[in-house]
């Protein structure tokens, strides 16, 4: 049960670098493996749901809290960039 929570923490890596269209190729990638994932163990359709939804649901709440995350760290990253301005 460990996956959901790395792809929320590959959410997060990705709300804080780029913006929301990244979402769907990472979202269709993520059908498509983990559906593979599903066909080849044979579970029934609702577990095949369930296989398949947690990790997008994952990946975009992860997103989420990254916006969120990009927010309460642009003070820190303006001070950053104005701080290597001055020393060029």
Do not use: C
Not at 69 to 77: D, M, S, Y
Request: glycine letters at 12%.
């Amino acid at each position: 049960m460990a996956w959901p929570i790395a792809l929320g923490f590959a959410g997060i890596g990705l709300g804080l670098t780029w913006n929301v269209l990244v979402l769907i190729p990472v979202t269709a990638g993520l059908l498509i493996v983990f559906g593979i994932i599903a066909l080849i163990n044979g579970v029934s359709l609702h577990d095949a749901f369930n296989t398949v939804v947690l990790p997008i649901v994952s990946v975009q709440a992860g997103y989420m809290v990254g916006l969120r995350g990009r927010e309460l760290l642009r003070p820190h990253a303006e001070k950053q960039s104005s701080s290597n301005t001055e020393r060029v």
